[in-house]
């Protein structure tokens, strides 16, 4: 197993009382997959990927990269964030962005200059390289981030919900490019997302998350051809089919999380529930 | 081209406005101590002539440069250390602000016991009212570093001196820049000063020894120089501004939206 998450439990210590944010997760990811993880809003999904990506220690568990044990950003991983336009450093035109990574692991200029093309012009931006990421529109800067990613050559890519910040057409053809870039590269890739459609249509698998605190819920194998695209796919009755299974799941967490809540560590949560 | 003339035009009608008033309200002056402006700038090429600005003007220059250069390096240097560590930060912060409310030529008599009065004494001095801006500027700058960039680099491996170079101080850079704009005022201000009090040379001293000698139109066009002086240094630094930080200014556009 290239990466293992065992009995992963994180608790904020609040100034009144702590939140217990994630539970206990346990899953896997194998070389070559492509896993999105789905789960209602407010579920830890963020906490999750900080603590896999070494950016935040576990209360309990752990997390394992090539069996050796996560405990501060590992050499192997890259993250994309979805904040893109405060993940590149607006100082450094497109190459720079992407090369500095591979500096600073001490890649050779030439095999680094190449491996700088290569990534700009998987992810469709060959002629952008002297462009401030400032002068680009928000899909183009999470291309550019992506590409930062992909050019560092990660045992796993890790993605925190990317495309939530972009509009519906770009978000399309980003889902697009990932899947590319998967098949192509044969990138191991982590995608989280609150978006139940994303996760079905990228995934080859989609592990569902309960509420806070969380725990997985199912792990649900995405039986779609690999050759997707958005307009059969989508209209697919097998993706619908996962699509309302996935969407029956959250809900269900979501009902659950609201009775089961008299549960006192988190009173924070059930007021929020209440409200919404 | 209309456009560059219009914002010429634009910048320079108040200084022209100003100028002629002065021109004309002192044009009959038979008040010793506000001669006419045309005997001012009569004087003005015969007071001030080469050899002259070698001998006065220049090591002026040399002190002031002297002093900014150790106020930049020192206030970087303290600046990155003090915003990196939120308890040095804690400790350090109530006493740098005092150090900055003490107005700086205060510090030119106590300066004097021990630095002596040569030019030590005025570099010291113009260093150390310089840093104050410079420092506390680049805190906060060090201070608000993006929270998402600083992950990156974290996920990226990027440490040490290499994060400090590409994340800290590239990202901090606006605001050691308004620092050092604001540090540069103060140096011309101190500069000035510390020649007043001990020197024999420099334009403070210059300006000082025309008064004294009641030399008053040559006194005044001394005024006048330093004026365009501290004109010429400051429209130096916006160019060189401008140019190093281009990749703000153009970020700071382009958040405005397209409309400019």
């Known amino acids: ?276 | 081209m209309t456009r560059i003339l219009a914002r010429l035009g634009l910048a320079l009608a108040l200084p022209a406005a100003l100028f002629a008033a002065w021109w004309l309200g002192t044009a009959g002056s038979d008040n010793f101590y506000v001669p006419p402006l045309r005997d001012i700038l009569i004087r003005f090429p015969e007071v001030w002539t080469w050899d002259r600005l070698r001998a006065d003007v220049l090591p002026s220059l040399i002190r002031l440069a002297a002093g900014y250069t150790v106020a930049v390096l020192a206030g970087v240097l303290l600046g990155v250390l003090v915003g990196s560590g939120r308890r040095v930060r804690a400790v350090l912060e109530p006493v740098l602000e005092f150090f900055r409310a003490i107005p700086p030529p205060v510090l030119v008599p106590v300066i004097m016991l021990f630095a002596g009065i040569g030019d030590t004494m005025k570099v010291v001095v113009i260093a150390a009212g310089c840093v104050w801006p410079i420092l506390l500027n680049t805190v906060e700058g060090v201070r608000a570093v993006d929270g998402v960039l600083a992950d990156t680099c974290r996920s990226y491996g990027i440490a040490g001196p290499s994060r400090l170079w590409h994340l800290v101080l590239r990202s901090a850079s606006p605001q050691i820049a308004a620092g050092m704009r604001q540090a540069l005022s103060i140096g011309i201000i101190l500069m000035v000063i510390s020649e007043m009090f001990a020197a024999s040379n420099g334009l403070g001293f210059t300006i000082v020894q025309f008064q004294r000698s009641f030399a008053i139109p040559d006194m005044w066009s001394g005024i006048l120089l330093l004026g365009l002086l501290g004109l010429a240094l400051s429209v130096l630094f916006r160019l060189v501004e401008s140019r190093a930080l281009a990749w703000y200014h153009g970020q700071r556009r382009a958040q405005r939206g397209p409309a400019r």
């Open chain 1, 1 to 276: 197993m290239l990466l293992d998450v065992r009995g992963l439990k994180k608790v904020y210590e609040g100034r009144q009382r702590p939140v217990e944010a994630v539970r206990d997760l346990t899953f896997g990811l194998d070389v070559g997959d492509l896993v999105c993880l789905v789960g209602p809003s407010g579920c830890g999904k963020t906490t999750l990927l900080r603590c896999m990506a070494g950016l935040l220690t576990p209360t309990a568990g752990e997390v394992r990269l090539r069996d050796r044990p996560v405990t501060g950003p590992p050499p192997g991983m890259a993250v994309v964030f979805q904040e893109y336009g405060r993940s590149l450093f607006p100082w450094m035109n497109v190459r720079d962005n992407v090369a500095l990574p591979l500096r600073n692991k001490g890649v050779a200029r030439k095999p680094r200059q190449d491996l700088v093309a290569e990534a700009l012009a998987a992810v469709g931006l060959a002629d952008a390289h002297h462009a401030y990421p400032w002068q680009l529109s928000g899909g183009m800067q999470q291309r550019v981030a992506i590409a930062r990613a992909v050019a560092y050559q990660p045992d796993v890519l890790l993605m925190d919900e990317p495309f939530a910040a972009v509009d519906a057409q770009t978000r399309a053809d980003l889902e697009d490019l990932i899947r590319d870039l998967w098949r192509k590269l044969g990138v191991t890739i982590l995608f989280v997302t609150h978006d139940i459609d994303e996760a079905v249509y990228l995934g080859q698998r989609v592990i569902i998350l309960s509420s806070s605190p969380t725990v997985v819920r199912e792990v649900l194998d995405v039986d779609l051809p690999d050759q997707r695209d958005q307009l059969t796919t989508r209209s697919d009755s097998r993706f619908t089919e996962l699509r309302s299974h996935v969407y029956a799941q959250i809900q269900a967490a979501k009902r659950e999380s609201t009775v089961g809540s008299h549960d006192a560590a988190r009173p924070a949560g059930l007021a929020k529930q209440v409200l919404q």
